[in-house]
């Protein structure tokens, strides 16, 4: 149980309600390192809150890094609008 308490307290979900940033997320949905299960609950829970702006764009075909010719050039245009706005 004290596991379980360590380990909530060192996760960023635990932490939502303080978010103040704009928030990008660009997923890889074929990812083993970080599931993109993971970045999605992230997403949701800043959309629940409220009060913050936030994207998220998933990409096929790719892992943790997001490697793929058309992907990566998608991540830019996007992170390139994202930081105009």
């Not at 993109?36 to 936030?54: D, N, T």
């Amino acid at each position: 149980n004290s596991d379980l308490q360590n380990m909530w307290a060192k996760s960023p979900m635990s932490n939502v309600q303080n978010v103040k940033a704009a928030t990008l997320m660009l997923l890889g949905k074929g990812d083993r390192r970080v599931p993109p299960s993971q970045g999605q609950a992230w997403v949701r829970a800043l959309r629940v809150k409220g009060g913050v702006e936030v994207d998220c764009y998933e990409y096929d075909d790719n892992e943790h890094p997001i490697s793929v010719p058309f992907a990566d050039a998608d991540v830019w245009v996007n992170t390139v609008a994202w930081l105009k706005r």
